[in-house]
């Protein structure tokens, strides 16, 4: 969306597709978390700034190479995005389970009242307090430190505070799940083999892997491809942002 609203500013005849029937992708969801709700008005802005840019806005449409030889572009943006890393965990198939997408689409229930999150970054403590909020018991596990990482010191400072005063919240930092077994979950921590209750839910909020580049038929049609966003390196909105307007400036 950064991308073709400067593109467009720049002069340049300038065509988004959205496989979905909606823009924005995740960024849809990201304001769905505690304390986030103000980043849908700045979705919405860059939304509105796009149309009234010039853009032509296909929803619903894949950027294969049907679309790709009907448009005929001079440059391919491929912006697409990053999905949920699935961890390979023993017996993590048995269990009932969703991704933080679903999650935050609301895609499928929560089953209670004990649920596991699989990943204390960001997202995964995201989960942990609006879960932790609603009444669950909440176990949260992240194989590194730092709890929490890649959100804003603040944001990050004041979560962890506000979750400290839930005592139905446990975060496990330094965790790694090891194995789903039908009475037990087996994980380490800090070398340190245990085993804890099962769970009635489990979230996996562990990382994003950047979308697969375009395919050798779809490069052979196009000049010039750049690849942005999550698409090339899995980072935040304000970064995918910067990269649209980055990328806009050498054209």
Known sequence: MSAARFLSQRGHDVTLAEKEDQLGGQSNLAWRATGKEGMKTTLDSLELSLRQGGAKVLTGRVADLELVRERSPDLLVW???????????PGLEKQYGLTSIEYFKNEKEIRGPRVLVIGAGRTGLEIA????????????????????????????????????????????????????????????QDGVRMSLEPFDTVILASGMLSAPM??????????????????????????????????????
């Open 79 to 89: 912006a697409t995005g990053a999905f949920q890393n699935i961890p390979e965990i």
């Open 214 to 251: 375009p395919d050798e038929e779809i490069r052979k049609s196009v000049a010039g491809i750049e690849v942005i966003g999550d698409a090339n390196d899995v980072r935040d909105i304000f970064c995918a942002t910067q990269a649209g307007y980055q990328l806009a400036t050498k054209y």
């Open 129 to 188: 307090e609006k879960l932790g909020r609603a009444g669950y018991d909440v176990v949260a596990t992240k194989r590194t430190d730092p709890i929490g990482g890649m959100m804003e010191m603040i944001t990050k400072n004041l979560a962890l505070k506000r979750i400290g005063e839930m005592k139905n919240v446990i975060l496990m930092p330094h965790t790694t799940v090891k194995s789903f077994k039908d009475k037990s979950v087996d994980i380490e």
